[in-house]
């Protein structure tokens, strides 16, 4: 079982920064694909951003140049960059994980709001 724990949620303005972080537990932090997703109100949940053990990275369209996703192996966590955030960022957060027998673990997320 792996337990995973967001943070760094909270209220900004428009053109502001935050970053998340996320710490998941597990011997074999090294070899899971990390992921960001949110879901805003009435809308499903999309993915934001992922990095593979190896460290390759993906993005979401909406948030490519803005949001940089990394992963800090010794600490066993990983991290979502956000700068340039816009209203339209405003979601609840979510951290993924998913191990090498690709079971699927989700954090209890973290609000954003991106209001003036």
């Known amino acids: 079982q792996v337990q995973v724990v967001e943070s760094g949620g909270g209220l900004v303005q428009p053109g502001g920064s935050l970053r998340l972080s996320c710490a998941a537990s597990g011997r074999m932090f090294s070899s899971y694909t990390l992921g960001w997703y949110r879901q805003a109100p009435g809308k499903q949940r999309e993915l934001v951003a992922a990095?593979?053990?190896?460290?390759?990275?993906e993005y979401a369209d909406s948030v490519k140049g803005r949001f940089t996703i990394s992963r800090d192996n010794a600490k066993k966590t990983v991290y979502l960059r956000m700068n340039s955030l816009k209203p339209e960022d405003t979601a609840v957060y979510y951290c993924n994980v998913r191990d090498s027998f690709r079971l699927v673990y989700w954090g209890q997320g973290t609000q954003v709001t991106v209001s003036s």
């Open positions: 990095i593979s053990s190896g460290g390759s990275t």
